[in-house]
């Protein structure tokens, strides 16, 4: 088992920046990658983005290339969401996620409990 703690959340003006971190615990030698998605009001949970653990490799969802930045301190089981030229648009529960499969694509079996982001215009 995984254990994520999510922390950095809150409420942010349009054009500001935050930056969400998430800390692993327990079983974090089978993690394989780690992510965030989110989920706004209304709306299905969607991906946002995500970090090969070992290699550093990343991928986002095109909503926000180029705003959002995610990282990996390794040494302390921790990834970072950074995300600066916030809009309305990303106000949601974020969650972060973590992946044990090395064969296939992502399954993201293991989530958080979610931080709050509120974006005000």
């Known amino acids: 088992q995984v254990q994520l703690r999510e922390s950095g959340g809150g409420l942010v003006q349009a054009g500001g920046s935050l930056r969400l971190s998430c800390v692993a615990s327990g079983r974090t030698s089978s993690m394989y990658r780690m992510g965030w998605f989110r989920q706004a009001p209304g709306k299905e949970r969607e991906f946002v983005a995500r970090?090969?653990?070992?290699?550093?490799?990343?991928y986002y969802a095109d909503s926000v290339k180029g705003r959002f930045t995610i990282s990996r301190d390794y040494a302390k089981n921790t990834v970072f969401l950074q995300m600066n030229n916030i809009e309305p648009g990303d106000t949601a529960l974020y969650y972060c996620?973590?992946?044990?499969?090395?064969?296939?694509?992502?399954?993201?079996?293991?989530w958080g409990q979610g931080t709050q982001v509120t974006v005000s215009s």
């Open positions: 996620v973590v992946d044990v499969n090395v064969r296939d694509g992502p399954t993201w079996d293991y």
């Open positions: 970090i090969t653990w070992s290699t550093g490799y990343r």
